[in-house]
């Protein structure tokens, strides 16, 4: 059996199931309790002035690169990507409202930000950020289009969550959510959120990571 919101009749954003907004559903109560306040989803996190914003900002730079396909053990397919430190005034004070909503104040975070272009075809392989290179939370920004990130528990495969993720919704995965489950983003002919397709065009997502853990941080942040 399926817990999940309820969808409201062609729309994708959807009341919730008690406490659990219509974004979230899972495979059962469990899941759900797991993993309340781990996986979180701020639908309309971005008002459409700041999403044109990061994309007028980013969308000259990855024209300059190439999807790629050929990495057969990668987790990414259909892709092309940039880490990005210097940012226009009006993206920094989007990032900033970012870094305030996921990360807690002493935390030290990646300076670089992970900007990932899925083409339309591309997709996210089930996988755990690596602990080298990421902390324990990973926020996620997603412009252009919606698409459905699904995370495994990698102890116990019928346990699972799936995200809802709208263009101008932020994402959260920390504690049991980035280390315990893998995410993925599902392809175009896969995408769907319970019996809702969800069809996937080329999306953008816009991730910050906080430092990781045993690492010595950046000094001055
Ligand atoms: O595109 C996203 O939101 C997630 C990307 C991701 O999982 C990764 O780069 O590790
Ligand atoms: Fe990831
Ligand atoms: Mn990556």
């Known amino acids: 059996m399926v817990w999940s919101g309820h969808l409201a009749l062609g729309a994708l954003r959807a009341p919730g199931l008690g406490t659990w907004p219509g974004w979230l559903r899972g495979s059962g109560p469990t899941v759900l309790r797991r993993l309340r306040g781990a996986a979180v989803v701020r639908p309309g996190f971005l008002s459409s002035v700041e999403e044109e914003t990061l994309r007028r900002e980013l969308e000259p730079e990855l024209r300059r690169r190439r999807y790629e396909y ?17 940012w226009s005034e009006a993206s920094q004070a989007i990032l900033q409202r970012v870094r305030v909503a996921a990360f807690p104040p002493a935390l030290a975070q990646l300076p670089m930000v992970h900007v990932l272009d899925l083409h339309q075809n591309g997709y996210i392989k089930p996988h755990v950020d690596s602990i080298k290179f990421c902390g324990g939370i990973i926020a996620g920004l997603s412009l ?46 896969e995408s769907f959120f319970g019996e809702h397709r969800v069809p996937r065009g080329r999306r953008i997502s816009v991730i910050c990571r906080s430092f990781p853990e045993g690492e010595p941080g950046p000094s001055s942040r």
């Open 70 to 86: 050929d990495h057969w053990d990668a987790a990414i397919h259909g892709f092309r990507e940039t880490e990005k430190s210097h």
């Open 144 to 189: 252009l289009s919606p698409s459905v990130m699904r995370l495994i528990d990698t102890q116990d495969p019928q346990e699972w969550l799936e995200l809802l993720l709208e263009p101008g919704s932020l994402y959260i995965l920390r504690g049991p959510a980035r280390y315990d489950f893998s995410h993925q983003i599902l392809r175009d002919e």
